[in-house]
């Protein structure tokens, strides 16, 4: 039998590829295209993107019932999404679709609304190497990734990074200014799955990075849905008789 393929829809704020020519020389058609056409190069999965401006953020209640699995790259307009579409994704992820947040996206509404902290962390932008260890070798979403790998420029984030503790933490990151960064984090939420993974800083090329674009997949493939399933906790008459009241 044919299994159903993962529907990916690759969601960018798509600013930066606009209005920064360094960033555009990267990504001439955004960090989307370029995560998309990766996805679309995997087995069993079917990318399309979305962008801000688009009518609804590209997220039609239409385009959010077909995706599996959503993935999030914003920075600097997050307050522009709209709450009824935060609203929207929020609703759509408790119910089982896979949610995975990029690098900046850590400051989504989404995101933020999903783990209730404010999700701040450290930061500095120096080019500086950054390692990533596999903490756990066994998980899904480490698939095929060594004990660790390395980005020779990213943007640092650092601790504290003011989430709720994940469900599990798959990568651990050293940067080579002294920090630690907790950059691969596991959550559920409702139904749904939800990964969040750090590297992704627009003026580095990392979404070219062979190990990045795995974790993204192998991501991808963790959080399709195993569920979908509406939240309803109905008033519910009894299975067995009881008693009547005294
Ligand atoms: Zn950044």
Redesign the pocket.
Same mark, same amino acid.
């Given at each position: 039998m044919l299994k159903k393929k993962i529907r990916v829809t690759v969601w960018n704020e798509f600013r930066h590829e606009k209005s920064d020519a360094a960033v555009k020389k990267i990504y001439p058609d955004g960090i989307h295209a370029v995560i998309a056409a990766h996805l679309n190069k995997q087995e069993g999965i079917i990318a399309g993107t979305a962008v801000l401006d688009q009518p609804e953020h590209g997220l039609t209640r239409e385009t959010l019932t077909g995706t599996d699995v959503l993935t999030w790259w914003g920075?600097i307009a997050h307050s522009e999404v709209s709450d009824e579409i935060v609203n929207r994704v929020q609703e759509r992820v408790l119910e089982g679709m896979g949610l995975i947040i990029l690098?900046?996206g850590h400051h989504s509404k989404i995101f933020k609304r999903l783990m209730g902290t404010t999700c701040n962390l450290r930061w500095r932008e120096a080019n500086e190497k950054e390692r990533l260890w596999n903490v756990e070798p066994g998980h899904p979403v480490t698939d095929g990734l060594g004990d660790y790998f390395e980005l020779p420029h990213e *943007?640092m984030y650092g601790e504290r990074f003011d989430i709720p503790n994940p469900d599990k933490l798959v990568f651990i990151s050293w940067f080579e200014g002294g920090e630690v960064f907790r950059s691969g984090c596991c959550y559920e939420r409702g139904h749904g799955r939800i990964f969040y993974f750090q590297p992704?800083? *627009?003026t580095y090329p990392i979404y070219y990075d062979t190990n990045v674009m795995q974790v993204i997949t192998n991501a991808v493939r963790w959080a399709a849905p195993r569920i979908i399933k509406k939240i309803e906790t109905p008033n519910s008459p009894p299975i067995e008789n009881l008693p009547s009241p005294a």
């Open positions: 920075h690098h900046s *943007e992704g800083h *627009e």
